[in-house]
């Protein structure tokens, strides 16, 4: 299978540059996965396609402020350093800007040297491993020195950072949202609870390689970025006491589908657990946790949307993708929503 088989059209001013004034106020296009079919309505209304006894995962990791901007010690040289992954002692695994300047051994200061950190290894993917040294709390630093690192395709500066937040974000750790998510406001989540609509949080780190692109022609050549997740014992006897009452299991987002996905076994069982996940879901993959799937319209050629691809059928979604395009949906992390059943 090649990555051009799940490429698009995509008119530049669809790229949602700015979240809506409302969170539950975007577009909702439902796609029923077997025939094909669409519905168009608002988040708002997404309970008209939920039953009693449903349960909707949710991903309540928090996106830390992950860039920082420095300077290199000695030559005082600019530095940007982008947090990936918390490797523990205050280690980080780190995308750097310029690279070439920064060697194992480089040494950087932030803030007026509030935070310090030296380059310890150069990756083979070019990524670092930085080791930092502060006094107090690192998430306390990062939030006065640190900025929220928003997408590639988003070019304009988020005047509310919360806004590239869930409303049930708790677990910091991401270096970006988990956007699927970011459309539920907790009035719309209490309606949904009193509907018989149960919520079941996961954690999954999420990297910015979800952003990668895919570079290889056979997408099985494609190496899948690795991230942190932690499902706890009541998640899982949440969700599978769910499924055991003929419930549906009903992932909200792409990062809560690919947590699920990794801890469920063949009879579709969830167990509790914590680790390192880079499963790569494509067409052809039997899905063993995920009946349903609440996502964000995906870019061209990615590895997301060849995951919903796998779930509702490539056909389907690049057919959903054109109504889309047609319509003048709002697409990528800003941008509006697709719940397929």
Known sequence: ???????????????AQTPLEKRDGSRLLVLDKKTGRT??????????????????????TRVIPARLYGQKTGTGGAAEVLLLKDLGQNAWECIVYPGRRLKAGAQLTFGDGRLTATVRQVLENGNRIIDFCYQGVFLEILNQLGEMPLPHYIKEKLADPGRYQTVYSREPGSAAAPT???????????????????????????????????????????????????????????????????????????TSCRTLETVADENRTIHPGQGSTDIFIYPGYS???????????????????????????????????????????????????????
């Open 180 to 254: 699927a998510g970011l459309h539920f406001t907790p009035e719309l989540m209490e309606q949904l609870k009193s509907q018989g609509v149960i919520f079941a949080p996961v954690t999954l780190h999420v990297g910015l390689g979800t952003f990668r692109p895919v570079k290889e022609e056979e997408i099985t050549d494609h190496v899948m970025h690795s991230e942190q997740y932690c499902v706890s014992p009541e998640t899982a006897e949440t969700i599978n006491r769910a499924r055991q009452n003929g419930g549906r299991v009903v992932a909200v987002g792409t």
């Open 39 to 60: 519905e168009h309505r608002h988040f708002y209304q997404i309970g008209q396609y939920l039953k009693p006894g449903d349960c909707l995962v949710i991903n309540d």
């Open 1 to 15: 299978m090649k990555k051009s088989d799940f490429t698009y059209d995509l008119p530049e001013e669809l790229i």
């Open 287 to 341: 899905f063993k946790a995920v009946d349903g799937l609440i996502t964000n319209f995906h870019l061209p050629e990615s590895t997301l949307v060849m995951l919903v691809s796998a779930l509702a059928g490539r056909e389907h979604i690049l057919s959903a993708y054109q109504e889309a395009v047609e319509r003048r949906y709002r697409f990528f992390s800003f941008g509006d929503a697709m719940l397929i059943v």
